[in-house]
């Protein structure tokens, strides 16, 4: 996955069990290593609002790792994850098409998955709190929600798996 932008900030926009938070993280390494440190993300140039809504700058906002629900790059960011590991996924891995739920939030999209490995147990390896997810799609009460990458990490701790079907 790749390193931070610019600077070694990357411009994240984060659904969680309570609304939506837009901001920049600062680090070294990648997105997915710094959600599974399970420590709090401070942002810089937060802004806050419900998941369909407007959103408004705040004074301060952090992520939880443990109340997400789907981390994405924002637009003008690099992605989660760079087409040439995606790739390499999809050669090396099953693909399955998988929906998630977490309340009213719904995400579908596209799960690579070791051969021999079910998908549907794949958020309930206690080691990763975010599994990578492509071509994704969100509503929120049925609503479509506009989230602006094409590949994001779920939070496993939030979600159940609806389904998952392997492509032919």
């Known amino acids: 996955m790749p390193s931070f ?16 938070v837009l901001g920049m993280v600062g680090s070294s390494g990648n997105l997915a290593d710094l959600l599974n440190k399970r420590a709090l993300i401070p942002l810089t140039e937060p802004q806050a609002g419900p998941i369909g809504g407007t959103m408004a700058p705040v004074h301060q906002a952090e992520i939880d790792p443990y109340d997400t629900i789907l981390v994405g790059a924002a637009a003008g960011s690099p ?28 995400v579908s999209g596209t799960i690579y998955a070791m051969s021999g490995h079910n998908p549907m147990d794949a958020l309930d390896r206690p080691v990763d709190l975010a599994v ?37």
């Open 5 to 20: 932008g610019v600077g070694g900030k990357l411009k994240v926009d984060v659904i969680t069990t309570e609304g939506r």
């Open 79 to 106: 992605p989660v994850v760079p087409p040439n590991e995606r790739t390499e996924m999809s050669r090396l891995r099953d693909v399955y098409d998988a929906v998630y739920e977490a309340g009213n939030i719904r």
């Open 132 to 168: 990578p997810i492509f071509d994704v799609s969100v509503t929120c009460g049925g609503a479509p929600v506009a989230f602006a990458r094409d590949a994001a990490l779920i939070g496993r701790p939030n979600v159940k798996v609806v389904s998952a079907h392997r492509r032919t």
